[in-house]
């Protein structure tokens, strides 16, 4: 089975602290992606990483950096962290799409509360 | 741009009850749609796709059939189970397949 892990299920930080989110996946999937989901919003895409030291920008990238130096870990950094990023974080993986196969794997995600 | 609406949740419903909920979207091309599931405390996971009109995604008792005419992807099931509470995410596909938009999720509960 595909597993991807996160670092932590919940967290509180103060405002203007740098957060670091962690993802973890041990299925060698080249793609990893990093998503927020809020109530009616649905979840937006905020990075994806098509491989190691690669990325690209989703939906929502302001505010929010990430790194990517292995292959199975990538994190989601909150550079100085303010209240309107208080929300739940999802971690993605897969592989590469062939032909019609698109399915992510995602985490239990964390959720962040920046007060 | 592209966008997925959902009907706004809660959906209540007793055990045994037929289900649908409803999903339309907007896009360029011709993407490919999915449900993703949501159960208490974890991730998503893929429940059907269908990747072509006319499609009919299935799995575990729920369907979804690819409408292009109506640009429409409704979810059903024809007798649902307590175990089926959960938040539902209607999606498609863009940028060649890299990238996912989600619709704002229904939550079902189902009652005994």
């Known amino acids: 089975d595909v597993k991807v892990t996160q670092s932590s299920r919940y967290l509180v930080k103060r405002t203007g602290e740098k957060v670091f989110l962690e993802c973890v996946q041990d299925m060698d999937h080249e793609n990893m992606f990093w998503y927020r989901q809020d109530p009616g919003l649905g979840l937006r895409l905020i990075y994806f990483?098509?491989?190691?030291?690669?990325?690209e920008k989703g939906d929502i990238p302001e505010g929010y950096s990430v790194s990517r130096e292995k292959k199975e870990r990538f994190s989601l950094i909150l550079e100085s962290a303010s209240t309107n990023q208080t929300s739940m974080y999802l971690c993605a993986s897969r592989v590469p799409p062939l032909e019609d196969y698109y399915e992510q794997y995602f985490g239990p995600g964390t959720r962040l509360t920046v007060t | 741009g592209n966008s997925v609406t959902q009907m706004e949740g809660p959906v209540t419903l007793s055990e045994e009850a037929f289900l649908t909920i409803n999903c339309t979207y907007t896009a360029t091309g011709y993407p490919s749609l999915f449900w993703y599931v949501q159960y208490p405390g974890e991730g998503l996971q893929l429940l059907l796709k269908?990747?072509?009109?006319?499609d009919k995604g299935s799995n575990k008792g729920f369907e979804a059939t690819y409408r292009k005419e109506t640009t429409s992807f409704h979810l059903e099931k024809g007798s649902v189970q307590v175990s089926d509470s959960a938040v539902y995410f209607c999606?498609?596909?863009?940028?060649?397949?890299?990238?996912?938009?989600f619709g704002g999720g229904t939550r079902l509960m189902v009652k005994p």
């Open positions: 999606a498609l596909d863009y940028n060649a397949g890299n990238m996912l938009t």
């Open positions: 990483s098509y491989d190691v030291k690669m990325k």
């Open positions: 269908a990747t072509k009109a006319d």
